[in-house]
């Protein structure tokens, strides 16, 4: 028979067993939740971290600015679409008032207008920095569920889109001026044969119409020609194209017209044959233009030369004369349509002012660069380079 002393100490170890396996079941199942627990928290954080960088991918990928301020008017977002367009590394402005960074006072109080005042629109902004920009600025706020505000502004950079707005009305308004001209003296001298003039005074109107039409004719035709090379739809046919060949048969049906104006028109061409791959009616169209400009630039008593040098994989065409030269501060606008250096004289020096600027497509066209260099009354020299 068990003494009740044994029973009762049997009793205790077997309660203190019991206890000690629930405690230890209990701990394991705690030590299980937490691992859980934190398991699911660093799930939770890392899929917070993928979305966010999703987002800032996103955000990157747009063509335009994003910029994000918070609650504090500091910025939390700037996308790289920001960091091209206003000049400013992506960093920098991050956890700053973006006035600290983008030194625009029209972005800055647009934001924080949306971000205090709720006020929310788009507008075309002006900034102001290494290079002049044209942006158009949409601001809106953004209330999030936990009652707290932010403010986003999209950034558009229009600079392009304004510039080439201003080209096709420069473009337009010099196209009516370069027709009205003509057509004006056309209808004038018309009205006037209408009227019954003869003789003479007749036959003078009529080589003048005859003159006028042709300038108009050709004016239409270098337009056509501008547009297709800037479209890329002008019809090339590539071959070899003997470059020495070709500028002694130009310079040869420049002579004439050169003897008139009492201009020595000479090449400098090297011995034997420099060959490219290209279409020759064009680069022909290139020395003509070329020629033509030097010829009406260049004063009587003056200087051409025209010629071709070469160097390892280069070959270079060139037109030298020693007329008045270009301004400086024009040299950069040459190769524009319509630009003219000196307005008093361009109409009576004829052309068209489409040369140039076809000059340079067709260069382009061929994968070579043209260059000018000039000094006032020292004259102009232009460089056409091809790889051989």
Known sequence: MISPFLAAAVALAIAFIIAYWVTRRRLEAVRAELAAATDRAA??????????ARLSALLDALPVGVIVIDDDARVVAFNAGATEILGVQAERPVGR????????YDLDRRLLAALREGVEGTADVPLHAASDRNLRITTKAVHAADGSTEAIAIVEDLTRVRDLEAMRRDFVSNVSHELRTPLSAMKIMIETLQSGAG???????LRSLAAETDRMVVLVED?????????GKLDMRFGSVDLVELCRD?????????????????ATLPDGKVTIIGDRDKLVQVMVNLLDNALRHTPSGGHIDAGLSSAPG??????????????YDALPHIFERFY??????????????????IVKHIVEAHGGSVTVESELNRGTTFRCTFSI
């Open 250 to 266: 130009v310079v040869a049906s420049h002579l004439p017209r050169a003897r008139r104006l009492g201009i020595s028109l000479l």
């Open 43 to 52: 799930v939770s954080s890392d899929s917070d971290l993928a979305a966010m």
């Open 223 to 231: 337009l056509l020609d501008l547009a297709r090379l800037e479209s």
């Open 97 to 104: 008032a973006l006035i600290e960074s983008v030194r625009s």
């Open 314 to 327: 280069l070959a270079t065409l060139y037109v030298k004369d020693d007329g008045p030269g270009i301004p």
């Open 340 to 357: 003219v250096v000196d307005q008093s004289r361009s109409r009576s020096a004829g052309g068209t002012g489409l040369g140039l600027a």
């Open 199 to 205: 003789g003479e005074a007749a036959a003078g109107f």
